[in-house]
């Protein structure tokens, strides 16, 4: 797979880093001067943002490049996001140019915010591979992406996008008619409308009207949305009470949303005055930042109750770890393998700034998964009911490691003989020290009985065929310690 993005701006930058962190390819174009800067700003963010939304194996970046000329951008490309600037002439103007250079079968997806792909689609040799896909800032964070087919969109093309978005963690919604500015907008301009009428009228400034959302119902609809969060308010009978008891309000004049503010220097500057006072004491980066760590956490939390972003969040973590345990991807032989690689999380880190005592133990934990992936005992096992439980672990914490530093974690099969596997790993600071070493043993169980048996017979064989390999390995020191054991 390779992108070509045409826009450098805050949207075409973050599909770029979204892409780039999973492996794909993308050629930018931008004749903006500051281009180079605009995305590399944008790159910086994202990646210290992945360092910390998973416990996964990070896939191997792919490479971002600028490319001169928009045909240079496009030409290889089987996938080509626009993200010019809103307005239909240079849209329809790019689509000129792309079509001079790119490959018929090149799916062109749209990132308006409003624009029907119909409309889009005029003038064009092959309106079948164009489609909107409007995602929501910033794209490498924020999953959904909202998929609208022009009238000559060719159902493969909808197919193809649809099944791509969710390999690189985000969850595409078929919009089902095209419709000016599609769902998401609508919302929020409903609710813009009727802000700005608050702030106006003088009802409540901008932080407290940003208060009641993000401590009340914004946080609802970060897990649930809103006829969900309204089915739960109806009790016990659900949707249909709720639309009894509150449905005669819509008919009360409790807003103004036809009626729209004259967009005067006064509102400008009353709402621009507002919002300077509630958060011009920070600066861009850092409020970009704090909303980075913010939607981090929230999905991660999410994720613990395998619920709404949090359970899509962990299809995408199996997903990056099942790819990084391929048997495939593993060269046979007599070396240790590498079962993890990643930044310390500011979430690892003790009040000095150092990984505490406990992620080392989660280190070497993950660093088991990916050998019991490696060796096939996946999800796809252990939803057959068999896997390995961890019997006893021995740690030593040999030096110390900061947060966002590398570390690496490399494993040994010591033993992998009928039910038992035992793995000495090595966790290493990308400078080459090592910082601690953990040995564990595994017993195969049936997740049925819970008791330990035989593992299935591809597990078995490969767990022989690594051990076997692995015994050519010098003894690993520390191999066998007990806690005060002298040197």
């Known amino acids: ?9 805050v949207i075409g930058a973050a599909w770029a880093a979204r892409l780039r962190e999973n492996g794909i390819p993308c050629t930018v174009f931008d004749p903006a001067p500051d281009a180079a800067k605009k995305l590399a700003d944008v790159l910086d963010n994202a990646d210290r943002a992945y360092a910390k939304l998973t416990m996964a194996q990070r896939p191997q970046t792919a490479a971002v490049r600028l490319a001169a000329t928009m045909g240079d951008a496009v ?3 089987d ?6 600037p809103e307005r239909i002439d240079i849209k329809l103007k790019v689509y000129a140019e792309v079509e001079a250079s790119a490959r018929p079968d090149a799916i062109i997806a749209s990132s308006t915010s409003g624009f029907l792909p119909s409309d889009l689609q005029a003038g064009m040799k092959h309106p079948e591979r164009l489609l909107v896909a409007h995602p929501f800032n910033p794209v490498y964070l924020l999953p959904v992406v ?3 087919a022009g009238k000559a969109t060719s159902k493969e093309a909808v197919e193809r996008i649809m099944a791509f978005l969710p390999e690189i963690g985000m969850k595409p919604i078929l919009i089902r008619k095209e419709i000016d500015a599609f769902v998401a907008d609508r919302l929020l301009e409903t609710l813009w409308r009727e802000a700005l009428w608050l702030i106006k009228d003088g009802i409540c400034t901008t932080q407290e009207l940003d208060d009641i959302m993000r401590f009340g119902f914004g946080l609802r609809w ?6 969900e969060t309204y089915r739960t308010a109806g009790g016990d009978a659900g949707m249909r009470h709720f639309m009894a008891q509150f449905g005669p309000c819509l008919t009360w004049p409790w807003s103004r949303l036809t009626d729209v503010p004259e967009f005067t220097d006064e ?4 709402i621009a005055g507002q919002s300077d006072a509630q958060s011009g004491h920070m600066t861009i980066r850092e409020l970009i930042h704090a909303r980075d760590d913010n939607l981090i956490a929230i999905q991660q939390a999410l994720k613990a109750n395998n619920w709404g972003a949090g359970k899509l969040l962990a299809d995408y973590e199996k997903r ?3 790819r990084a345990a391929r048997a495939d991807a593993i060269t046979p032989g007599p070396h240790l393998i590498r079962t993890t690689e990643r930044r310390v999380p500011v979430d690892w880190a003790d009040y000095n700034g150092h990984m505490n005592e406990a992620r080392y133990l989660q280190a070497f934990g993950d660093a088991t998964d990916a050998l019991m992936r490696i060796v096939g005992c996946d999800a796809d096992y252990v939803a057959g009911g068999h896997s390995f439980f961890t019997v006893e672990t021995h740690i030593r914490h040999l030096d110390e490691v900061r947060v966002n530093e590398v570390v690496t974690t490399e494993t040994q099969v010591i033993s992998g003989a009928g039910k038992k596997m035992h793995l000495f790993h090595e966790l290493r600071h990308a400078d080459g020290r090592l910082l601690a070493t953990g040995e564990h043993m595994m017993v195969h169980v049936s997740l049925v009985t819970r008791a330990a048996c035989d593992p299935l017979p591809h597990v078995a064989r490969k767990m022989m065929e690594l051990a076997a390999l692995h015994a050519a390995l ?3 020191d520390g191999l066998g310690r007990s806690v005060g054991m002298k040197k």
């Open 267 to 270: 509102l400008v500057d009353l």
């Open 320 to 322: 990056l770890f099942d």
């Open 75 to 77: 030409r290889d490309a």
């Open 146 to 148: 909202e998929i609208v």
């Open 1 to 9: 797979m390779q992108a070509a993005i045409l826009g450098a701006g």
């Open 222 to 227: 970060a897990q649930m949305g809103l006829f």
């Open 474 to 476: 010098p003894v690993p």
């Open 79 to 84: 996938l080509i996001i626009e993200a010019v």
